[in-house]
């Protein structure tokens, strides 16, 4: 082998960060199959790589024999003196293969398994960006737009994710080179590679967006609890504040309402919702419905997790919401099915 391919390994391992030592074994495995094809694939092939001296070698093993009956395996005595001059029947010769024997071989199969070491290093690179990356929210740049599906090739980094049309929020649209925030929800180690699962529909981007913008979510002084959230309509938000002097809403809202509308912008105008977490089920329930007011929450079964909600009449709709939509985020929200009355009794026709 010359020089160049040692000095291709060297590079490789340096700049793929690939184990030198991984390639040439492999090498040497490849090239022991290849060979041995010309010998029925009997198991008579051997190699030996040395980088140090950018040698390698390539060895036939016959076994001395009176009379030969398999010339794939078997030397004569007289054939055998050649290599060794005290050759007797039993020993086992060890030929040296010619580059012409194997040389078109070796340096096809290094090449196979050098480009191979190189998509394995590059797999293991974006494998490791991704899920460095697992459960967080990260810029990507809009690459391709699928006129037909609607799905979005987005650049993360080094590597390519597909944005589904059903991750993406109704209604949004993308432009070629823009910029846009998404989550990655999972990372899999699929046949074809390694494939980041993205949405921006997901609560966690929400969530993300919020230990962003708010530097008490940062540093921990204000938690988030739950998030429910449908996107591009309308999301809610629990939090509460570990210290007595914050105020959890009012640190997530910020000056003039400056941070939440922040998020806002990057959602497209999406509604958001901030209410006070209570492991008070009642307290809870009642903050979940903003913005409406509520009277009363009676549990009714606290092992199903369901109760009883009593609002102003003039209440009413606004706390069930748009086809629903109000109730069915506390709902999510709390963990609670909430069965919502006026406080009259009557529903209005």
Same mark, same amino acid.
């Given at each position: 082998?010359?020089?160049?391919?040692?000095?291709?390994?060297?590079?490789?391992?340096?700049?793929?960060?690939?184990?030198?030592?991984?390639?040439?074994?492999?090498?040497?495995?490849?090239?022991?199959?290849?060979?041995?094809?010309?010998?029925?694939?009997?198991?008579?092939?051997?190699?030996?790589?040395?980088?140090?001296?950018?040698?390698?070698?390539?060895?036939?093993?016959?076994?001395?024999?009176?009379?030969?009956?398999?010339?794939?395996?078997?030397?004569?005595?007289?054939?055998?003196?050649?290599?060794?001059?005290?050759?007797?029947?039993?020993?086992?010769?060890?030929?040296?293969?010619?580059?012409?024997?194997?040389?078109r071989i070796a340096a096809q199969t290094a090449k196979h398994v050098i480009r191979q070491g190189i998509r394995d290093a590059e797999r293991g690179?974006?494998?490791?960006?991704?899920?460095?990356?697992?459960?967080?929210?990260?810029?990507?740049?809009? *690459?391709? !737009? %699928?006129? $037909?599906?609607?799905?979005?090739?987005? +650049?993360?980094?080094? #590597?390519? @994710?597909?944005? &589904?049309?059903?991750?993406?929020?109704?209604?949004?649209?993308?432009?070629?080179?823009?910029?846009?925030?998404?989550?990655?929800?999972?990372?899999?180690?699929?046949e074809k590679g390694p494939k980041a699962m993205i949405s921006r529909t997901h609560p966690g981007l929400v969530k993300r967006l919020f230990e962003?913008?708010?530097?008490?979510?940062?540093?921990?002084?204000?938690?988030?609890?739950?998030?429910?959230?449908?996107?591009?309509?309308?999301?809610?938000?629990?939090?509460?504040?570990?210290?007595?002097?914050?105020?959890?809403?009012?640190?997530?809202?910020?000056?003039?309402?400056?941070?939440?509308?922040?998020?806002?912008?990057?959602?497209?105008? *999406?509604? !958001? %919702?901030? $209410?006070?977490?209570?492991?008070?089920? +009642?307290?809870?329930? #009642?903050? @979940?419905?903003? &913005?409406?007011?509520?009277?009363?929450?009676?549990?009714?079964?606290?092992?199903?997790?369901?109760?009883?909600?009593?609002?102003?009449?003039?209440?009413?709709?606004?706390?069930?919401?748009?086809?629903?939509?109000?109730?069915?985020?506390?709902?999510?929200?709390?963990?609670?099915?909430?069965?919502?009355?006026?406080?009259?009794?009557?529903?209005?026709?």
């Amino acid at each position: 082998m010359n020089k160049e391919f040692f000095e291709a390994v060297k590079a490789l391992e340096k700049e793929k960060g690939v184990p030198a030592e991984y390639l040439y074994e492999k090498i040497k495995a490849a090239i022991v199959v290849a060979v041995k094809k010309d010998y029925n694939g009997k198991d008579v092939i051997s190699c030996e790589i040395n980088p140090e001296k950018n040698e390698m070698f390539v060895y036939l093993h016959k076994t001395v024999v009176d009379t030969v009956e398999d010339a794939d395996c078997e030397i004569s005595v007289e054939d055998a003196a050649q290599y060794k001059a005290d050759a007797a029947v039993g020993d086992e010769i060890c030929i040296s293969l010619g580059t012409k024997d194997f040389g078109r071989i070796a340096a096809q199969t290094a090449k196979h398994v050098i480009r191979q070491g190189i998509r394995d290093a590059e797999r293991g690179q974006i494998m490791m960006e991704f899920q460095s990356k697992q459960q967080e929210l990260v810029t990507a740049k809009v *690459e391709r !737009i %699928d006129p $037909v599906t609607g799905n979005v090739t987005l +650049e993360i980094g080094k #590597a390519d @994710a597909i944005l &589904p049309k059903a991750e993406q929020v109704p209604g949004e649209e993308f432009t070629e080179g823009e910029l846009i925030k998404v989550f990655i929800v999972d990372v899999r180690d699929t046949e074809k590679g390694p494939k980041a699962m993205i949405s921006r529909t997901h609560p966690g981007l929400v969530k993300r967006l919020f230990e962003t913008e708010v530097p008490e979510i940062y540093d921990g002084t204000v938690t988030i609890d739950a998030v429910s959230r449908e996107a591009g309509a309308r999301t809610k938000i629990a939090v509460h504040s570990k210290e007595e002097e914050v105020d959890a809403v009012g640190a997530c809202i910020g000056p003039r309402g400056a941070r939440v509308n922040k998020i806002v912008d990057v959602l497209g105008g *999406e509604k !958001i %919702d901030i $209410v006070v977490y209570s492991d008070k089920p +009642e307290e809870f329930i #009642a903050a @979940a419905l903003a &913005p409406a007011n509520v009277l009363k929450v009676e549990i009714v079964d606290e092992q199903a997790k369901s109760c009883q909600v009593t609002v102003p009449d003039n209440q009413l709709s606004l706390a069930i919401g748009n086809k629903g939509q109000n109730a069915r985020l506390a709902a999510r929200l709390t963990g609670w099915k909430i069965d919502i009355k006026p406080e009259s009794g009557f529903y209005e026709g």
